[in-house]
């Protein structure tokens, strides 16, 4: 196991859980695995398929998502292969006959074409394990629900001695329960790995308005240059709209939604794990389908609908488990819209229910990794020190008479006002609802001049999250006092409300590079950008060129060929030999005899006096 391990995946040791997971699959039993994205869940079936006779049938939801994963096989030197509507026939013919002969050892299908497939070829194929991925698609309460998934549990029927692997990053108590009842495992291991990614920093802004968050979005790429991530985006409108603003300012992006074409969405997404854009703007819809293993970053534009999807989706950076970055921007109108797709969803109580964990989650003024943890009934002992609430804890002044400026517009227009009104009230702007109301008339037209609309925006917000406001989402979304407004708004109690802070960190500045010389080209032995340096920094980036090369010549996304943990790996060991590159975590025996000679001759070229 360990021998397979280094040779096919190039890593030296397991990760928590897989070594456990692929010896009970082994031995013939069926399992139920939870663990987050990017912590090796594909290992736990893919491994064991190279030790069993036969070919593992793997069930995925996107075409997409299978082929990331053959290719990466592929490119490990593993048979492979995926059986979908992108194949012509002769080619679907061709995985077939392969499947049938032994010569695959994981072949990829769709839900839908598996039901085909057990009436047709797998009747004389020797299966050796069923693989469901993404299997929380099975759920009636999944938070991705996909009906053909629920027709699974005719396999343990038809096939009763192959063992099943149900994996999923994200499954609650009642969504677990039905993976298990719906495929109809036996006895069942159940392996639930830690949801911790210590390597994403966590962070979340409040009450930003689009120019607020414009300016901060671009301040926090800035900071992550040349760096893939993703951008989150409740509506289709607001992708265009940020991909617009990011084009604008010389960033290369692209835009993901359901609005675009198949043949739009697949380029846009090609793009972006090819690397030819840094980023790309998507609504929840994109993400589910990659493996990218060198996004470094997650923006959410607006607040996600509940914490399984924001886990899922801020998962997606990092999977390498080098250091990444999410950033979620939280608001008033967030909750309202967010709070009427709940109305209408035909789950009310339980998509509120969600939401509203997700709101605490934003508004937390604790260590936000240990609610996050927590929700997924995994508590700690210690705050991470790697969100902005154990960063930058939040300093609380005696807000009183803003709260009682507020409250009082509110009461005087006979609590039949939203959050763009009361702010004009209170600011003294002039508009027509305004006038038309006789706003200006009121005592507290303009009480509140001195503070910035920005930070009414924030100030609000608190008060909703404090409950001094309720919102009558039935009503138009008018604020109405609550009874503890009221005391507030009355002088029988006091309000704390936490220090605005808006300093946004400045980029990092990047290392100057030590001596770098443009070296003459003899044979092309390694790319056509090389440079003679011993600096981390410039290596790293002759190793990401050289990458990229390679991957244009065999059509593959670069994190195919290698992640870049490898390459920081590459960077500070410095192997100048093929032995000592196989010695580098993450290079396996195919990969080492493949890629060893250009990239320790490359090395060789930058160490070089």
Not at 375 to 404: A, K, L, S
Not at 480 to 496: C, E, N, P, W, Y
Request: one cysteine or more.
């Amino acid at each position: 196991m360990q021998e397979l391990l280094k040779r096919y995946f190039g890593f030296d040791s397991f990760r928590p859980k897989q070594e456990e997971i692929i010896t009970h699959i082994l031995h013939g039993k069926d399992a139920l695995v939870l663990m987050p994205t990017g912590g090796g869940k594909s290992i736990c079936y893919q491994l064991p398929a190279l030790m069993m006779k036969g070919t593992a049938i793997v069930v995925s939801p996107l075409i997409s998502l299978m082929k990331d994963q053959v290719e990466a096989l592929m490119a490990n030197g593993i048979m492979a292969a995926a059986l979908n509507s992108n194949n012509t026939e002769t080619e679907n013919s061709q995985i077939i006959r392969m499947a049938l002969q032994g010569t695959l050892k994981l072949l990829y299908i769709s839900p839908e074409r598996l039901m085909f497939a057990l009436e047709g070829f797998l009747r004389d194929a020797v299966v050796s394990l069923f693989a469901v991925d993404e299997a929380h698609c099975i759920s009636q309460w999944g938070h991705d629900f996909r009906p053909e998934y629920t027709q699974l549990g005719v396999l343990k029927k038809q096939f009763p001695k192959v063992p099943i692997i149900a994996l999923t990053a994200t499954a609650d108590k009642i969504t677990r329960e039905d993976i298990l009842t719906q495929l109809r495992l036996e006895d069942p291991g159940i392996f639930i790995s830690s949801f911790d990614r210590p390597n994403i920093q966590l962070g979340v802004r409040r009450g930003y308005r689009s120019k607020e968050k414009n300016a901060a979005i671009l301040n926090f790429i800035a900071r992550h240059t040349g760096e893939s991530g993703i951008v989150y985006c409740l509506s289709r409108s607001n992708t265009e709209k940020v991909c617009q603003m990011l084009r604008q300012h010389g960033i290369k992006a692209t835009i993901y939604h359901a609005g675009l074409t198949a043949n739009q969405r697949d380029k846009a997404q090609e793009d972006f794990i090819n690397d030819r854009v840094q980023v790309v703007c998507a609504t929840i819809a994109f993400g589910m389908g990659i493996d990218k293993s060198n996004v470094r970053w997650i923006i959410h534009y607006n607040m996600p609908k509940s914490l399984e999807s924001y886990y899922q989706e801020v998962g997606r950076a990092g999977r390498d488990g080098m250091p990444s970055e999410a950033l979620l921007f939280y608001s008033l109108s967030d909750v309202i819209t967010l709070t009427e797709f709940a109305k209408e969803s035909g789950q009310e109580s339980i998509n509120m229910e969600k939401l509203k964990r997700m709101q605490q989650y934003a508004e937390a003024d604790i260590c936000r990794r240990r609610i996050l943890l927590s929700y997924f009934g995994e508590d700690i002992d210690h705050d991470c020190h790697n969100c902005d609430v154990c960063q930058n804890p939040p300093h609380r002044f005696d807000g009183t008479v803003i709260v009682q400026k507020a409250l009082s517009a509110v009461y005087r227009t006979e609590q039949q006002i939203g959050n763009t009104v009361l702010i004009d009230i209170l600011r003294g702007n002039f508009n027509q609802e305004i006038i038309a109301h006789d706003y200006a008339k009121l005592k507290t037209f303009g009480a509140g001049r001195d503070i910035p609309s920005r930070d009414w925006n924030d100030y609000i917000l608190q008060m909703v999250q404090l409950g001094y406001l309720g919102i009558a989402y039935n009503e138009h979304n008018h604020f109405k006092i609550t009874a503890a407004g009221s005391d507030v708004l009355f002088g029988k109690s006091t309000a704390q409300l936490v220090v605005i802070q808006r300093e946004e960190p400045k980029p990092k500045r990047k290392r100057k590079a030590e001596a770098s010389i443009l070296l003459p080209l003899t044979d092309r032995p390694t790319t056509s950008i090389l440079k003679k340096t011993v600096n981390y920094d410039e290596l790293f980036e002759l190793l990401r060129n050289l990458r990229k090369e390679i991957a244009a010549e065999e059509m593959v996304p670069p994190y195919i060929v290698f992640s870049d943990k490898t390459l920081q790996q590459l960077a500070l060991l410095h192997p100048t030999t093929i032995e000592a590159f196989g010695n580098v975590n993450g290079v396996g025996e195919y990969k080492k005899r493949k890629y060893g000679e250009r990239f320790t001759s490359l090395i060789r070229w930058a160490l070089q006096e």
